[in-house]
């Protein structure tokens, strides 16, 4: 065979008119007469090459092929988005504002993939098995010979205690110091609520300030003399509430009193007690005016805990999974050592038996070979007690070890055994439930409805301020420095006082507003885009842990009959191993065929112990990844 000659430097493939030879060359197999593998294996009609290794088929192993439409065909998407509005009349050259835009309402792209998950299904599995091969249930009442001996104590020594999925899970929630650090949040974001709507709580107010006076004095204006200089001594006090309204209104209700006594001939009566009753009221009229506007910190407080609640609850969701899985995993560990022991005992018999017949037909070759498959065996017994041993040792760290004996001094013994039954759950019904509990779609929701009300403030802070400010009063005086009387007065002589006027205030070309605005209304289309993306990554994982639970089910339902014939065919080497004289070749070779059956009995159970598990996790994954799994127990402390 000639050698392959290697590149020349700086060559570059060609792959330009690959697909086309491809593509080219289809008819030329596709049109073959069918053959039937050599290995089973059922495939298209026709014979193809792959990787130089040529395969005949047999028999459709799916269903009838559509033909292949371009991916150019398809429509493109019209999900809800990002919509923008007409120019606003905001758009003029006092603000020159940027055109506001929104997003369309959340529920509305919500109730677009409810629509589309409505119209998904489940295909069916399109592998065909083999001519002669069935693929039957599980029989009735079937129960693995190791299910009694796994949920059973097996360490005399050790104190056992029984334990099942809930049990479990309702201790790690009431004890495991992760589980309590996590629910502990909950309280933690509640006080930013109450923080942000303090802002519109009466605030009390009081000041008292003494002032001696002594300043020179520069006309007769001031005491009616010019000599000497100007002493004047001042008592003042003011208290009283003031509250920020829901509406952006500025309220404050204050009573001023005062004393005034000084040298100068002016003063009448002197010395003197004053009173002033005031009533000031702000209003907003364009920036920072209405409930919406004020009451926005105190909503995106409220949506930030639920992001956070929400957050929290898929947390706790994830390691209650992982509770779930540790005790799968533990049981799986029970069982795999049975398993092993039984061939350890298995072997063990096979060797105490041709030790026994050594001085009669059984060889040293074939007593060797035995002893050497009974020191593997029990590298494997060593091996799967270890794995008990790190599978309740997980178990403790994840349920809260405190209240628990010291390790190594307890057993825990499953309650819980796997499920054999079939649970068809439809695949719409799974996405609806997704798009109503998971926790990453409904914070991607709230993030949306934070960053709408962001956009929304800052849209109204593109207005320029505009106040209206009234003001009325009532004031009150008396000699002989009576502060009471003067208090008096200012309700029994003369009339109230009032104001009236505006406030207007515009920033020279408004960049920060504008900048702002931009930002939230940036914030607000990127929210809506991951809010779209996450619904997308949620069905997409709940269409795969939809199909793994009946893909699961079939391959227990294989791995079942795999081990059933597995068992036959131990069995019946073991009884024609019996039969056979040993000091024959045909002994020797019944031996070895024996123990690789044996073998491959154990794998079997194994892999059936395996599927098993696999099936029960992929109907708690299923839940998990819909959002219902333990839900009613989860509650984040408030």
Same mark, same amino acid.
């Given at each position: 065979? &000639?050698?392959?000659?290697?590149?020349?430097?700086?060559?570059?493939?060609?792959?330009?008119?690959?697909?086309?030879?491809?593509?080219?060359?289809?008819?030329?197999?596709?049109?073959?007469?069918?053959?039937?593998?050599?290995?089973?294996?059922?495939?298209?009609?026709?014979?193809?090459?792959?990787?130089?290794?040529?395969?005949?088929?047999?028999?459709?192993?799916?269903?009838?092929?559509?033909?292949?439409?371009?991916?150019?065909?398809?429509?493109?998407?019209?999900?809800?988005?990002?919509? &923008?509005?007409?120019?606003?009349?905001?758009?003029?050259?006092?603000?020159?504002?940027?055109?506001?835009?929104?997003?369309?309402?959340?529920?509305?792209?919500?109730?677009?993939?409810?629509?589309?998950?409505?119209?998904?299904?489940?295909?069916?599995?399109?592998?065909?098995?083999?001519?002669?091969?069935?693929?039957?249930?599980?029989?009735?009442?079937?129960?693995?010979?190791?299910?009694?001996?796994?949920?059973?104590? %097996?360490?005399?020594?050790?104190? /056992?205690?029984?334990?099942?999925?809930?049990? =479990?899970? =309702?201790?790690?929630?009431?004890?495991?110091?992760?589980?309590?650090?996590?629910?502990?949040?909950?309280?933690?974001?509640? +006080?930013?609520?109450?923080?942000?709507?303090?802002?519109?709580?009466?605030?009390?107010?009081?000041?008292?300030?003494?002032?001696?006076?002594?300043?020179? @004095?520069?006309?007769?204006?001031?005491?009616?003399?010019?000599?000497?200089?100007?002493?004047?001594?001042?008592?003042?006090?003011? /208290?009283?509430?003031?509250?920020?309204?829901?509406?952006?209104?500025?309220?404050?209700?204050?009573?001023?009193?005062?004393?005034?006594?000084?040298?100068?001939?002016?003063?009448?009566?002197?010395?003197?007690?004053?009173?002033? =009753?005031?009533?000031?009221?702000?209003?907003?009229?364009?920036?920072?005016?209405?409930?919406?506007?004020?009451?926005?910190?105190?909503?995106?407080?409220?949506?930030?805990?639920?992001?956070?609640?929400?957050?929290?609850?898929?947390?706790?969701?994830?390691?209650?999974?992982?509770?779930?899985?540790?005790?799968?995993?533990?049981?799986?560990?029970?069982?795999?050592?049975?398993?092993?022991?039984?061939?350890?005992?298995?072997?063990?018999?096979?060797?105490?038996?041709?030790?026994?017949?050594?001085?009669?037909?059984?060889?040293?070759?074939?007593?060797?070979?035995?002893?050497?498959?009974?020191?593997?065996?029990?590298?494997?017994?060593?091996?799967?007690?270890?794995?008990?041993?790190?599978?309740?040792?997980?178990?403790?760290?994840? @349920?809260?070890?405190?209240?628990? &004996?010291?390790?190594?001094?307890?057993?825990?013994?499953?309650?819980?055994?796997?499920?054999?039954?079939?649970?068809?759950?439809?695949?719409?019904?799974?996405?609806?439930?997704?798009?109503?509990?998971?926790?990453?779609?409904?914070?991607?929701?709230?993030?949306?409805?934070?960053?709408?009300?962001?956009?929304?403030?800052?849209?109204?802070? =593109?207005?320029?301020?505009?106040?209206?400010?009234?003001?009325?009063?009532?004031?009150?005086?008396?000699?002989?420095?009576?502060?009471?009387?003067?208090?008096?007065?200012?309700?029994?002589?003369?009339?109230?006082?009032?104001?009236?006027?505006?406030?207007?205030?515009?920033?020279?070309?408004?960049?920060?507003?504008?900048?702002?605005?931009?930002?939230?209304?940036?914030?607000?289309?990127?929210?809506?885009?991951?809010?779209?993306?996450?619904?997308?990554?949620?069905?997409?994982?709940?269409?795969?842990?939809?199909?793994?639970?009946? /893909?699961?089910?079939?391959? %227990?339902?294989?791995?079942?009959?795999?081990?059933?014939?597995?068992?036959?065919?131990?069995?019946?080497?073991?009884?024609?191993?019996?039969?056979?004289?040993?000091?024959?070749?045909?002994?020797?070779?019944?031996?070895?065929?024996?123990?690789?059956?044996?073998?491959?009995?154990?794998?079997?159970?194994?892999?059936?112990?395996?599927?098993?598990?696999?099936?029960?996790?992929?109907?708690?994954?299923?839940?998990?990844? +819909?959002?219902?799994?333990?839900?009613?127990?989860?509650? @984040?402390?408030?």
């Amino acid at each position: 065979m &000639p050698r392959a000659s290697l590149p020349r430097p700086g060559y570059q493939p060609d792959f330009r008119n690959v697909t086309h030879r491809f593509h080219a060359a289809r008819p030329a197999y596709a049109s073959r007469a069918s053959h039937q593998t050599t290995s089973g294996i059922v495939a298209t009609s026709g014979t193809s090459t792959w990787a130089g290794a040529a395969v005949s088929h047999s028999g459709p192993p799916f269903a009838s092929v559509a033909p292949v439409a371009p991916l150019e065909s398809l429509p493109p998407a019209t999900v809800p988005g990002y919509v &923008p509005e007409l120019p606003h009349w905001l758009n003029t050259p006092v603000v020159d504002a940027q055109v506001p835009s929104t997003a369309t309402d959340p529920d509305t792209v919500l109730d677009w993939y409810r629509q589309h998950a409505a119209q998904s299904t489940r295909p069916l599995s399109r592998v065909v098995p083999a001519a002669g091969q069935k693929l039957s249930g599980i029989t009735a009442g079937f129960r693995p010979w190791w299910t009694a001996a796994a949920v059973s104590p %097996m360490w005399p020594s050790a104190r /056992a205690i029984g334990c099942s999925v809930d049990s =479990l899970i =309702l201790r790690s929630l009431e004890n495991a110091a992760q589980v309590q650090a996590i629910r502990a949040i909950g309280p933690v974001e509640a +006080t930013r609520i109450v923080e942000a709507d303090a802002e519109f709580d009466w605030t009390a107010f009081l000041e008292s300030r003494y002032q001696d006076n002594s300043d020179p @004095i520069g006309d007769q204006l001031t005491t009616g003399s010019t000599i000497g200089r100007f002493r004047d001594h001042v008592v003042s006090n003011s /208290a009283g509430v003031r509250r920020r309204l829901r509406n952006g209104a500025d309220v404050e209700v204050s009573q001023q009193s005062g004393y005034r006594d000084n040298n100068s001939q002016f003063l009448t009566p002197s010395p003197q007690g004053t009173a002033r =009753l005031t009533l000031s009221f702000t209003q907003p009229l364009l920036r920072g005016s209405g409930e919406g506007y004020n009451a926005a910190r105190t909503v995106i407080a409220t949506i930030n805990a639920g992001i956070t609640t929400e957050e929290l609850r898929g947390q706790l969701q994830s390691y209650l999974a992982g509770v779930h899985n540790a005790y799968w995993s533990l049981y799986r560990a029970r069982a795999i050592h049975l398993q092993q022991r039984r061939a350890y005992d298995t072997v063990a018999a096979l060797v105490r038996i041709l030790g026994s017949r050594s001085d009669l037909d059984a060889t040293g070759a074939q007593l060797g070979r035995a002893r050497s498959e009974l020191d593997v065996r029990l590298s494997d017994l060593y091996r799967s007690e270890a794995s008990i041993q790190d599978a309740e040792s997980r178990l403790r760290t994840l @349920i809260g070890s405190a209240g628990l &004996p010291p390790g190594g001094t307890i057993e825990l013994v499953p309650r819980d055994t796997p499920t054999h039954q079939f649970y068809s759950i439809p695949l719409q019904a799974s996405l609806q439930a997704a798009m109503q509990y998971r926790s990453d779609i409904l914070q991607a929701y709230r993030r949306v409805r934070l960053a709408g009300i962001r956009a929304g403030a800052a849209r109204k802070d =593109l207005l320029p301020r505009l106040d209206l400010l009234l003001q009325t009063y009532v004031a009150g005086l008396d000699g002989d420095s009576t502060t009471f009387r003067a208090w008096e007065n200012q309700f029994n002589q003369g009339e109230p006082g009032f104001s009236v006027g505006l406030q207007f205030e515009v920033p020279i070309g408004g960049r920060a507003a504008k900048a702002r605005h931009n930002r939230e209304v940036a914030e607000l289309r990127r929210s809506v885009h991951e809010f779209r993306a996450t619904i997308e990554t949620a069905l997409s994982e709940v269409e795969v842990a939809s199909r793994t639970v009946p /893909a699961a089910y079939r391959e %227990m339902l294989a791995r079942y009959q795999a081990m059933k014939s597995s068992e036959a065919e131990s069995e019946f080497l073991q009884r024609r191993w019996h039969l056979v004289p040993q000091g024959q070749l045909t002994g020797a070779t019944t031996l070895e065929r024996l123990l690789e059956a044996q073998s491959r009995r154990a794998s079997a159970e194994a892999a059936f112990i395996d599927a098993q598990i696999r099936y029960v996790v992929s109907l708690t994954t299923l839940k998990i990844v +819909t959002g219902e799994a333990f839900r009613t127990m989860l509650s @984040i402390e408030n």
